[in-house]
């Protein structure tokens, strides 16, 4: 890979200007922040400094201080904030991954965003903001986005039947274990107590299961016989789900939260119901309204050299690389779009669709989701049921559409707001976003095997420099 020049910030995306890139042995990192008379405005836009500085700490802030002497911008602390880069350079240092970007707002206004360490894995290019990561799993908040949007639109329902659409899932059944007499076990495939609607889909309570996590020796072996998540090979759309419905469901639907392929088939449906392409689909009505240019579904020749890697070091680098496949445009190979985890993006990008979120659905002039449907996704949907987020949330969040919500400010292992959303992806990404305390934080790193730990850390840093 060859090393990239940072780039300025596209006008009209954020208000930000570029600062220095100070590079160490161990670390490249430049913090940018935007002038004090960058905001948000009206409508949800960004006002632009037109100094077009730094906030170097020369003049006032929004907090009110002058000079030097000044120690907070939009109620975080400067001193605070400067730990983010020392810790992720021992985070390098310690082998947790090559490097990362981390990206804080509060109230639509950017005051940290920093490049860390390197893109490649044999720390030799210089992370850049710009550096384009796997998403994985955070693919799932945006495509899940695009069906409430559809359903806004009374395209479908949440209540609907996806059978309605994907009638090769007509005929599901449900594996029933049954303790005998004797003490041994045997299964039971049982027919559907109610159908798998489009909701069950959003909340992973559809009763489908991941290969990879799945309790059942005979399920996992099917759904990796079946190739159902493309790990092995490419497989079309209308082959997966014709497959998929031959496999027994884990769970009767809506009774338990399943982390699963519920948004690969969530994005089949959407094909269905809109009659379009999903990467065609996500960009109209995502991607191209946010100005979400690095975001896609596989990298082309031309911005492979700004592709973050993971360190080879990773016992998950090799199976996952393997299965995601993200120099192939999977419609030129044969391949489904995957909805739940197929997705590459920038940090810059992945925040304009976080901030337009907590801004009840609009960003920069441009409403993609109505206030109360944002409020509506952010709220549990999973009340009552079985199964639990905290694989990947840790203990005290349920699950919407599309996004796990803290049910309250304690029972948790860091801080945050009753009513904060969050996801995070297997390759090392994760966001936060705090309508309470309008904070939106996003860390971009490729470190799989250490991803609970990272995403938890800089959870902590972010929540460590607020002070008001």
Do not use: C
Request: net charge positive; aromatic share 8%.
């Amino acid at each position: 890979m060859t090393v990239q020049a940072l780039s300025p910030v596209r006008a009209g995306a954020v208000a930000l200007a570029m600062a220095a890139l100070v590079l160490t042995p161990s670390i490249a990192s430049a913090q940018f922040g935007p002038g004090p008379g960058a905001g948000q405005g009206p409508g949800g836009r960004f006002e632009r400094d037109e100094r077009g500085g730094f906030d170097r700490g020369q003049r006032p802030d929004r907090d009110g201080r002058r000079g030097r002497g000044e120690d907070t911008v939009m109620g975080f602390s400067r001193e605070r904030l400067g730990r983010i880069g020392p810790v992720m350079r021992e985070q390098v240092d310690r082998g947790m991954f090559p490097g990362a970007v981390t990206l804080i707002a509060r109230r639509g206004r950017i005051i940290h965003f920093e490049a860390h360490g390197f893109r490649d894995a044999a720390k030799t290019q210089p992370m850049t903001r710009d550096t384009i990561f796997m998403l994985a799993s955070m693919t799932k908040p945006i495509v899940s986005t695009a069906a409430v949007m559809l359903i806004e639109q009374g395209r479908m329902k949440l209540s609907d039947p996806i059978a309605t659409w994907l009638t090769e899932l007509k005929d599901m059944k449900v594996q029933v274990e049954r303790r005998n007499a004797d003490g041994t076990t045997t299964t039971e495939d049982v027919a559907l107590a109610r159908p798998i609607t489009v909701q069950d889909l959003l909340r992973h309570t559809a009763g489908f299961t991941y290969a990879g996590s799945v309790r059942s020796p005979r399920l996992k072996q099917l759904l990796d016989d079946q190739n159902i998540e493309a790990r092995t090979a490419n497989i079309t759309g209308d082959e997966m789900l014709r497959r998929l419905g031959q496999i027994p469901l884990m769970h009767q639907p809506g009774t338990a939260f399943e982390y699963s392929i519920s948004v690969d088939v969530l994005g089949l449906l959407l094909e269905r119901v809109s009659g379009k392409r999903l990467d065609i689909l996500i960009k109209e009505m995502i991607l191209d309204p946010l100005d979400m240019r690095d975001s896609a579904w596989f990298v082309p020749e031309g911005r492979r050299s700004r592709l973050a890697e993971a360190l080879d070091s990773d016992p998950a680098k090799a199976g996952m690389w393997t299965s995601y496949r993200i120099f192939e445009n999977p419609a030129d190979h044969g391949q489904y779009f995957k909805g739940g985890a197929g997705m590459v993006s920038t940090a810059e990008d992945y925040f304009k669709f976080a901030q337009m979120i907590l801004n009840g659905g609009q960003f920069e002039g441009r409403r993609l989701l109505s206030t109360k449907w944002v409020e509506f996704m952010l709220s549990n949907h999973t009340i009552g049921m079985g199964g639990s987020t905290a694989a990947s949330t840790g203990p005290g969040y349920g699950f919407g559409l599309g996004f796990a919500v803290r049910l309250q400010d304690g029972f948790a292992v860091a801080p945050g707001s009753t009513g904060d959303a969050m996801w995070a992806g297997a390759w090392g990404t994760s966001f936060t976003i705090d309508p309470r305390e309008g904070i939106v934080g996003i860390l971009m790193a490729q470190g799989p095997s250490n991803r609970v730990h990272t995403r938890m850390l800089f959870k902590n840093l972010i929540y460590g420099a607020v002070v008001r």
